[in-house]
């Protein structure tokens, strides 16, 4: 029973959560203790709810009534996939675009380079290329009269009548968000502020994004599309970060709330609403920076990342102990000067359907249940069969356990969804379709850790896999083998990961801006051409406001680069400057450092220094720590964990096994097992295919070995 008695000394708690499309996990750290893991489906009709029966469930984990609980919440963090699917099922504001007379197409045609238009890489096929659906309509975009050259000099003033007519027909026609993206803003924005001036006259309610502020750097598709979608997003944003909190605030909470930043750590919630566009990838970016920090801590310098939750299966990379950020990204083939952690995705999860494609092939995903209705044995009324249903089918779930036993599940029901769709159409047994969808996903997420390694150029032998996400650990060990790496890694948090992530993440704020200059060809030393009274002006600035928004906080830690290209080159490297100005030995080794870089990735010989070279963009990064609440003494070690039974599972290649299963969370340090086993934690399944192996370390993460026996 719930006492109503508060303690004289008050707990304080710090809580992540991550919503995903299927489950929605959350985190509860509390000083002295391990921290604890609860899962409750997502409520996609409004997911606040799926947020607050999560806290409910944590609630109950403490013993304390939700309302007393919730005021001792001192920190809440949180990561939403809300951005990325408003983007992808085109649900966002019906915006309208300002920009120069004569650019009014710059969004429809994009960049004139068939991979930049919807081309995929593997093919290059120009006839296939696919546009995306247009944010923003070619009639709720109106052309102003303005100019500003390269230089910055403004040549055509600013029509203010033609903006005044343009802001009037946009709002009659229904608008509620806009976007303005003149030429050369980022070097001369006040015919934006301008604009901006005569919105809070004219329409002072609507979403406004100025490009200038929103993405400062060269290149007017980028930075207009990067506008667009900050606008399209920012009122779905603002409402849904007002509902949540709202409700939380009903609830009694009191303390800070931040949400992820898919750049790199946390901002505050009251910010989200104006930095939508930063919020794509908001909840994989958690995961990658929780498994950054544990690489860390066992000494991995090459990971890859891997979270398979219910609808998707998202991939990232950490090199040299770093997570991989893009500073371009591509988002619904859409492409944004706005910085993010690299996260490829596909639609491979627990939920992903399966079925018997046109010509008879076994095909899975990227179509998902969901949670509502869900996999056929969720019993809520799915009746197509899902990765989930073929987990149940072949053993390696326990449908009497799923969720530590809170959702029981119905394997009748995914067995009848696996034979109606898919044994009966290719004429073969339940268990053999259902080994089918096992392995047609298995191999899919195989592809994509192969995919984004050897694209890189990088060896996936080299790297070490990470799994989390509630399906990750089920199916890691599979996928991990197919794509020829030895190593597993599943963290103690794995099943609410990106939750963790987002609670211990740093809070963060980064800045880039162009600055361009260019060095003469034919010098032997490019540096000395550099203005570095300039360039550190620049990066000053830069720096300042960074600082400004981190509330100008002393303990601010900031990282500064440089990115730089051979003169009239595309494409940029960024190069990490020191603490401190920038003086000439200091853009010496800047060079020196971009020119190793660049013979490294494009072989030895290619870089020629007297080429001359560029500095075009300029990047700060500001971070300040969460004071984190520590977890309790890592257990002594185990004894050797005893199975608490065993069960029946079909693998691949081995035909139907009797297997021990073991309770994941009494398999403590320097437990080892042989497999194959089961290892059953309350959140996910753990599976170590047969001739595998596994040793628990000392911080509790299950170590995979992944080979097989010699």
């Known amino acids: 029973m719930h006492s109503s008695t508060k303690s004289s000394t008050p707990t304080r708690y710090m809580i992540g959560t991550d919503i995903g499309g299927t489950f929605t996990d959350l985190v509860l750290l509390e000083a002295g203790r391990q921290p604890r893991l609860f899962k409750s489906p997502t409520t996609p009709h409004d997911r606040s709810e799926g947020v607050l029966n999560a806290l409910g469930l944590a609630a109950d984990a403490v013993g304390r009534p939700v309302a007393e609980f919730i005021e001792d919440v001192v920190y809440f963090a949180h990561g939403t996939t809300a951005a990325t699917n408003a983007l992808i099922e085109r649900k966002g504001a019906k915006t309208g675009l300002l920009t120069t007379s004569g650019f009014g197409d710059t969004m429809l045609i994009q960049r004139s380079m068939t991979s930049w238009v919807g081309v995929g890489a593997a093919t290059g096929h120009y006839s296939i290329r696919e546009n995306p659906v247009p944010l923003v309509s070619r009639a709720d975009t109106r052309e102003i009269t303005e100019r500003v050259d390269s230089a910055g000099t403004a040549l055509v003033a600013l029509n203010e009548q033609e903006v005044r007519s343009a802001l009037r027909a946009l709002r009659a026609e229904g608008v509620t968000a806009l976007a303005v993206s003149f030429l050369w803003s980022f070097l001369n924005p006040d015919h934006e502020l301008d604009v901006q001036r005569i919105v809070a006259e004219e329409w002072p309610e609507v979403y406004l994004t100025v490009s200038h502020e929103v993405a400062p750097v060269i290149g007017e598709y980028e930075r207009t599309a990067t506008a667009v979608i900050n606008s399209y997003l920012g009122p779905v944003i603002r409402d849904y970060m007002s509902n949540l909190e709202g409700r939380l605030r009903a609830e009694g909470f009191v303390g800070d709330f931040s949400v992820m930043d898919s750049g790199g750590g946390v901002m505050r919630a009251t910010d989200a609403a104006g930095r939508s566009v930063s919020l794509l990838t908001s909840g994989p970016a958690g995961g990658v920076l929780a498994t950054t920090s544990a690489a860390s801590r066992l000494g991995y310098a090459n990971v890859i990342t891997s979270d398979m939750g219910g609808t998707s299966f998202d991939v990232g990379l950490i090199i040299d102990g770093e997570p991989l950020v893009e500073r371009k990204s591509e988002i619904g083939n859409y492409h944004l000067s706005i910085p993010r952690i690299k996260v490829t995705a596909i639609g491979a999860g627990g939920g992903s359907i399966a079925g018997v494609d046109e010509v008879g092939a076994l095909v899975v995903g990227p179509e998902s249940a969901g949670s509502m209705p869900g996999p056929a044995c969720y019993a809520r009324g799915g009746t197509r069969p899902t990765v989930t249903d073929a987990d149940v089918v072949l053993g390696i779930i326990d449908p009497a356990y799923f969720l530590g036993g809170r959702m029981p599940l119905d394997v009748d029901l995914a067995r009848e969804a696996i034979r109606a769709h898919i044994a009966d159409p290719l004429g073969m047994t339940v268990e053999e379709a259902a080994l089918g969808i096992r392995t047609v996903a298995d191999n899919q997420m195989a592809d994509l850790l192969r995919r984004v390694t050897v694209e890189q150029g990088r060896d996936p032998r080299d790297f070490v896999v990470f799994a989390y996400g509630g399906a990750g650990p089920t199916h890691a060990s599979s996928y991990t083998s197919a794509a020829g790496i030895s190593t597993l890694v599943i963290?103690?948090?794995?099943?609410?990961?990106?939750?963790?992530?987002?609670?211990?993440?740093?809070?963060?704020?980064?800045?880039?801006?162009?600055?361009?200059?260019?060095?003469?060809?034919?010098?032997?030393?490019?540096?000395?051409?550099?203005?570095?009274?300039?360039?550190?002006?620049?990066?000053?600035?830069?720096?300042?406001?960074?600082?400004?928004?981190?509330?100008?906080?002393?303990?601010?830690?900031?990282a500064r680069s440089v990115h730089l290209k051979f003169r009239r080159q595309t494409h940029e490297l960024p190069v990490a400057l020191p603490a401190g100005p920038v003086t000439l030995d200091v853009m010496r080794d800047v060079v020196d450092a971009f020119l190793a870089t660049y013979e490294r990735l494009y072989g030895k010989g290619t870089a020629i220094r007297a080429a001359g070279v560029e500095i075009n963009t300029l990047r700060v990064e500001g971070r300040v720590a969460v004071g984190v609440a520590t977890g309790g003494e890592t257990p002594a070690p185990s004894v050797a964990a005893s199975p608490i039974g065993s069960r029946?599972?079909?693998?691949?290649?081995?035909?139907?096994?009797?297997?021990?299963?073991?309770?994941?969370?009494?398999v403590g340090p320097g437990s080892e097992i042989a497999g194959p086993a089961i290892l059953e934690f309350a959140g996910t399944t753990v599976v170590i295919e047969p001739d595998q192996d596994l040793i628990v370390d000392q911080y509790s993460n299950v170590i995979v070995n992944c080979e097989g026996k010699k």
């Open 648 to 666: 029946t599972v079909t693998f691949a290649g081995r035909g139907s096994l009797e297997v021990p299963v073991y309770r994941g969370e009494e």
């Open 491 to 558: 963290p103690p948090t794995s099943t609410v990961h990106s939750a963790f992530g987002a609670v211990t993440a740093d809070r963060f704020r980064a800045l880039q801006a162009t600055d361009l200059q260019r060095t003469p060809p034919g010098e032997s030393d490019p540096a000395a051409f550099i203005d570095l009274e300039r360039l550190n002006g620049s990066l000053d600035e830069l720096q300042a406001k960074v600082h400004a928004d981190l509330d100008e906080n002393v303990e601010a830690v900031f």
